[in-house]
């Protein structure tokens, strides 16, 4: 069995950035979701 | 010292025992770190920094000057993607010069507080997010806009990385010469999204950037000589000297305002870009008729704290923002 590694408690400032870098990513997901979806739209409309 | 000679990297910033290398080293190599510890202290500017977000307004500017002028039409969905495209694949190409990068960044007082040298990322992921920047980019940009202009696109990546970066950058005084063709892409990439060819009007606009870096950068290396020598970056005011820079700044400027008239001598835009090209190319060629004839001692080292090199390299970012709007005005307007 490995030995076990002692986890350090997350920090008030670490959740803050980890709930920032959270965010941000789920910001940059929609807009890519919102982006494929309009590239199709036109991409259709062209056919 | 911890300098490398030709193209030796400098130790690791996790092992690296000068300067800025303790602080690093403390970051990342101490005894309480633990594998990954890094993250936790990551907060997403940081990642924003790796991207060179100062460097990509340029980037976007030219990029969409290019997309402007081409003849054609594109669809505004498909332009947004396009310059979209070209952001974040030069965002990446910042990313993965800053991994390969982060030994000197770590040495450069200019560059020590960067996300990886200042142990808020580690090199690993950095080098992961800009490669998959990279490759997402050129992806979309193919598929969802052309073929050719992704194969533009990849190419100024590669470019940029490869020839630039890894190759160029630590070996000759010419690295921002030749690697300045990285930078000059954009308006070509913009052009090719719309047109989906290249002709002669975007190879001018290549050549523009292309010959408005070295004064652009040297004007810049003038005041960081001392961060380039400690670093051990062969930039030419480090191997041929302060005075030989200014020479080579003004000769390039010299050759610079021809070309931006160019457009207009060959028909491409109106008498208004002529005269913009004109006056905006006169004004420049005056700042650095300064940076030449700056106080200097007898080993050409400014007496003035690089005063007019300074100015220069303020007025070479406006001078290239006001040159392509002109373009893009002449073009819309005209």
Known sequence: MAPQTPIRPMSDEAARRRRGRNLA??????????????????????? | MNIRTGNQRVSDVTSST????????STLSSPLAQPGEAIF???????????????LTLVVFTGLIGLIVAPGHLHA????????????????????????????????????RRPIPAGRIEPGAALGFGVTLAVGS??????????????????SV?????????????RTPQNIVIGGAAGAFPPVIGWAAVTGSVDLVPLILFGIIFIWTPPHFWSLALWAID??????VPMLPVVSGARETRRQILLYTIVLIPLTLAPYFIGFSGLPYGIAAALLGLVFLQKVYRVLADRQDAAGKSLTSDKPAKAAFKYSIYYLFALFGALALDHLVG
């Open chain 1, 25 to 47: 990513i789920f910001i940059v997901l929609l807009g890519l979701c919102a982006l494929f979806y309009a590239i199709t739209i036109v991409k259709l409309a062209h056919l």
């Open chain 2, 18 to 25: 000068t300067g800025a290398g303790e602080v690093i080293g």
């Open chain 2, 41 to 55: 202290e990551t907060d997403y500017r940081d990642w924003i920094t790796l991207l060179k977000p100062r460097v």
């Open chain 2, 77 to 112: 969905v498909l332009g947004f993607t396009a310059i979209l495209c070209i952001t974040v694949a030069a965002g990446a190409c910042g990313a993965i010069n800053m991994w390969y990068d982060r030994d000197i960044d770590a040495i450069m007082h200019r560059t020590r």
């Open chain 2, 138 to 155: 050129v992806i979309v940009m193919g598929l969802a806009v052309n073929i050719p202009a992704a194969l533009i696109l990849a190419l």
């Open chain 2, 158 to 170: 590669c470019f940029y990385v490869f020839v630039y970066t890894m190759w160029l950058k630590r």
């Open chain 2, 227 to 232: 961060d380039y020598r400690r670093a051990g």
